[in-house]
């Protein structure tokens, strides 16, 4: 959240909350917010509060001149003054955006809108924003639908001459964004737009954690992964894998524009036979790959990514949104290191296997497909680029990413399946009267159910 983004005028900054906050912000915060000077009577009592949390500053890009600035942060007792300690809302996320100045005669040119919503987006997991007004007729309340915070205390400000009463109000973060990117005209928006593609992208970055964390790698980095594990997880890959053509296919039919229709079809040409890789591996470790590819059902996993796509695409018929599918999947693939692809090999090894790396096929190959600077990903992410160019279609292809992740996080949780019969015996499976009569005297239960 360092970087700086920008358009033809103005200049958005991120700056983590510091003493050495410079004399311009309080400056500007004197020259338009009200009554600044009553409620931090001292310099250093100001430098103290502004510590924590971020500021978002916004620049003319000619003269370099401070436009605008607000404090935000995540919402403590302290701060908001909740009615009830056990607040719900407090105790949910919550961010405080407090102490926003803008000069007045840049308020009508969209710079509100941009400032709520890059303060917004630093915090993307918090739910609620709360901020003190006031003006109720303000038009933040305009661009956030915010309401009343009838749980919440007001701030009283002692003038010189009238106390002043500042009003809480609270929104919703998602739908503030939302509102606020409808508000901003196109130039504000070629700002907007990048901080969206910035999002999307931090987004893929948390899946990639989470996806390294995944018991898999730990598994094969321990040699723990069993070979049936392993055979499972090819297996449920197949599932969704053998339909990627046809559902790009889908794709480039539904897409009205060239550019889009024409990734797709390029995509299309780079996954033909693509499951011929997986069937290989499969069966060079000695599985039945025509009950795979003419009668295994399809697993949940898979059938949800099938689904998925063929929801979006045909039924909702906004093909942009499949890209959450390649994205996600092609920037997981291309995150696999080669110190990844080795345990693979050495854990295939370890189970006897003559020639581990023909057994692991998929994987390797789809790590140089997919990663580096002239891999499928980078064509993903410059179709993102193009596509995703509204807040409520970030939030969409956010939601898809989610669910192909999890899918996928099901598919890559080894399940546990004996290896050898013999294990059976230590295990809860024997609980289950069933089965219990199958493993003790396979024989006569089956003779019995056919009725022999
Ligand atoms: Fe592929
Ligand atoms: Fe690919």
């Given at each position: 959240m360092s970087q700086a983004y920008i358009n033809e005028e103005w200049k958005v900054e991120y700056v983590k909350g510091s003493l050495s906050l410079s004399e311009e912000i309080f400056s500007l915060r004197e020259e338009t917010f009200v009554n600044e000077k009553c409620i931090m009577n001292s310099r250093n009592v100001r430098a103290e509060s502004d510590q924590t949390g971020w500021h978002v500053l916004i620049r003319n890009i000619s003269d370099n001149i401070l436009l605008a600035a607000v404090h935000v942060l995540p919402a403590t007792l302290a701060d908001v003054e909740a009615n009830q300690s056990n607040n719900s809302i407090l105790n949910s996320s919550t961010i405080y955006a407090k102490r926003a100045a803008i000069k007045k005669q840049y308020r009508a040119k969209g710079l509100l809108q941009l400032l709520i919503y890059s303060l917004i987006r630093i915090y993307p997991e918090h739910e609620y924003l709360i901020f003190h007004l006031q003006d109720l007729n303000s038009p933040i309340r305009k661009f956030t639908k915010a309401i009343p915070a009838t749980e919440f205390k007001s701030k009283i400000i002692e003038d010189i001459d009238n106390p002043i009463e500042l009003t809480p109000f609270i929104t919703r973060t998602e739908s503030a964004m939302v509102n606020c990117f409808d508000k901003m005209d196109e130039n504000t928006r070629v700002i907007a737009r990048k901080m969206i593609f910035d999002d999307i992208n931090a987004k893929l970055e948390g899946y990639i954690d989470d996806f390294h964390c995944h018991n898999f790698w730990t598994k094969l980095k321990n040699h723990t992964l069993t070979k049936n594990e392993y055979l499972s997880i090819l297996m449920d890959m197949h599932q969704y894998v053998r339909m990627t053509t046809r559902t790009l296919a889908l794709a480039a039919a539904y897409s009205e524009s060239r550019d889009l229709r024409n990734f797709y079809i390029h995509h299309l040409k780079e996954e033909v036979d693509h499951e011929k890789i997986l069937e290989a591996d499969i069966s060079y470790l000695g599985e039945d790959v025509d009950y795979l590819i003419h009668s295994r059902p399809m697993c949940k996993a898979a059938r949800t990514i099938t689904s998925l796509g063929e929801s979006v695409i045909s039924y909702r018929q906004q093909p942009e949104m499949y890209l959450a599918v390649p994205f996600l999947l092609e920037g997981l693939a291309g995150s696999i290191e080669e110190s990844h692809l080795s345990s693979i090999v050495s854990c295939i090894k370890s189970w006897g296997v003559k020639s581990p790396r023909k057994a692991a096929n998929m994987l390797i190959s789809h790590a140089g497909f997919d990663?580096?600077?002239?891999?499928h990903h980078l064509l993903d992410q410059k179709m993102i680029q193009v596509e995703i160019n509204t807040e409520r279609k970030k939030r969409e292809l956010l939601a898809n990413m989610d669910i192909v992740f999890l899918s996928l996080s099901e598919i890559f949780d080894p399940k546990s399946i004996f290896n050898d019969i013999s294990q059976v015996e230590d295990?809860?499976?024997?609980?289950n009267p069933l089965l219990e009569n199958v493993y003790q005297t396979p024989e006569v239960t089956l003779f019995q159910n056919q009725g022999v």
């Open positions: 990663g580096g600077h002239d891999g295990a809860n499976i024997l609980s």
